[in-house]
């Protein structure tokens, strides 16, 4: 399984960015979804889960009310829209896909993407 992330970039504090994760190789229904980040210096943290039907959805606190994660079965891709975006949320995100359960640990995910920068400034 292949995942392939984009849509960061630099936005100002206040602004918005969707993130979408595009699965190749596999059964994209299969998997519950993830993002995760990690910024200089930090270890990598959950952000957000979502389950395979989407109705299952999973926040990290920091992120509850300003990010939105969501999937499309038929496009298989999970988007992570984040509005109200703060410098503190600057790092690198980064998608995963795991065949268990709801997880907010990284051992919990068999498949990462390469990871997309976000970059917010004051």
């Known amino acids: 399984v292949q995942l392939q992330a984009s849509g960061g970039g630099m936005v100002q504090d206040g602004g918005s960015l969707r993130l979408s994760c595009a699965a190749s190789?596999?059964?994209?229904?299969?998997?519950?979804m993830a993002w995760f980040r990690q910024a200089p210096g930090k270890e990598r943290e959950f952000v957000a889960a979502i389950n395979r039907n989407g109705q299952g959805l999973f926040y990290a606190d920091f992120v509850k009310g300003r990010f939105t994660i969501s999937r499309d079965n038929a496009k298989n891709t999970v988007y992570l829209q984040m509005d109200s975006l703060k410098p503190e949320d600057t790092a690198v995100y980064y998608c995963?896909?795991?065949?268990?359960?709801?997880?907010?640990?990284?051992?919990?995910?068999?498949?990462w993407g390469q990871g997309t920068q976000v970059t917010v400034s004051s």
């Open positions: 995963a896909a795991g065949y268990g359960n709801y997880h907010s640990q990284q051992k919990g995910y068999d498949y």
């Open positions: 190789g596999g059964t994209f229904s299969n998997f519950f």
